[in-house]
């Protein structure tokens, strides 16, 4: 094992993201982990109760504790590593504020102990959904749970059965295939509220390449969230959220796609404290395009509309807002006949 730093913490893991070893440990997530502390410096609650369900090294745990001042208590737990994870709570000590306790439950067995918790944080290899289920009635009225999928290739629309059978929807692989991810993990976590008469409430996201990650505020059942489905065409770039057999704009076959969710995906008023209290360049980089996101679902990229109308790739100039999903993407209103006309005329 190997000493490292990150945030305001010292630790001892193993940078080996493999399932075998001792300690894992994903420095390329360090972002996301700094994402999250602004997101509870942001949401200014005290406090709290937590627990982490796959803890690894204790990181991501150890920096809430350290760098916010918004929980008393913190479960950190790994069936695996529970040792290191005491190891680098002592090394610690002086600069955690919480009261941290250290356990090796199954995931499964974890919630006999305690009867809520304010944050419930599922980051395990592959689908959160099963862990979902039982950790969704342990969530307090009002708290958050962070879901982290890594099994990225049935919801980017690679492994399509997969998709069906762990999420209950069609993915497809489109261009905007990481919104549709996005979008099929928080349907599943709102029907999973549903069982328990609740409903989730997006407040913030964070997607790459591996991983999808959101955070969701769990509330009392709200009857009128948005879910759906994109009706993609199979030939052109076209997609719609109305039911349609053929595409308005060549006419081929619309591919259903869903159902996934189609209401906001973060909170605005949130990411804008966050924006306000960050430090980081990066940060504030990342916070600032998803300030000027739109809420329209799904977007086109460059790439994609270059290749179908066989021209050269342009900028994206004042066509559209860009999302922070992907760097050549742009989220459009109007229809897609407009769009290639308008995308035709840029320089």
């Not at 999250?36 to 200014?44: H, M, P, R, S, V």
Request: glycine share 6%; net charge positive; charged share 30%.
């Amino acid at each position: 094992m190997e000493l490292f730093k990150e945030g305001a913490i010292s630790f001892y893991a193993e940078n080996k993201q493999t399932r075998d070893s001792e300690v894992f440990f994903n420095p390329s997530r360090d972002f996301d982990r700094s994402l999250n502390i602004l997101l509870f410096k942001a949401l200014d609650r005290h406090d709290l109760t937590g627990v982490d369900l796959f803890g690894g090294s204790g990181i991501r745990s150890l920096r809430l504790a350290a760098e916010t001042d918004a929980f008393k208590s913190f479960k950190i737990n790994d069936l695996k590593t529970s040792k290191v994870i005491r190891k680098n709570v002592l090394k610690n000590k002086s600069k955690i504020r919480a009261r941290i306790t250290v356990t090796s439950f199954n995931a499964s067995d974890i919630y006999s102990i305690q009867e809520g918790y304010d944050y419930i944080d599922i980051d395990p290899f592959g689908s959160p959904v099963r862990y979902t289920l039982q950790a969704m009635p342990k969530v307090k009225r009002g708290g958050i749970i962070a879901l982290t999928a890594t099994d990225t290739a049935a919801l980017y629309g690679k492994a399509k059965k997969a998709c069906a059978l762990k999420y209950g929807s069609r993915s497809l692989k489109t261009s905007y295939f990481n919104e549709v991810g996005l979008r099929i993990l928080i349907k599943r976590a709102e029907e999973i509220a549903n069982l328990y008469e609740r409903s989730v409430h997006p407040l913030f996201f964070d997607v790459r390449r591996h991983y999808i990650r959101t955070y969701l505020c769990v509330s009392k059942a709200n009857i009128t969230r948005d879910i759906g489905y994109i009706y993609q065409c199979s030939k052109c770039p076209n997609r719609v959220l109305k039911f349609s057999e053929k595409c308005s704009f060549c006419a081929s076959k619309n591919i259903e796609v869903g159902p996934l969710w189609l209401d906001n995906l973060f909170d605005r008023k949130l990411v804008s404290r966050m924006f306000d209290i960050a430090q980081d360049e990066d940060a504030k980089k990342y916070l600032e395009m998803l300030k000027q996101e739109k809420d329209s679902t799904s977007y086109y990229t460059t790439t994609e509309l270059a290749s179908y109308l066989g021209v050269r790739e342009k900028k994206i100039g004042s066509l559209g807002t860009r999302t922070v999903l992907n760097e050549k993407g742009f989220r459009y209103d109007n229809d897609f006949k407009k769009l290639t006309e308008e995308y035709k005329k840029l320089e």
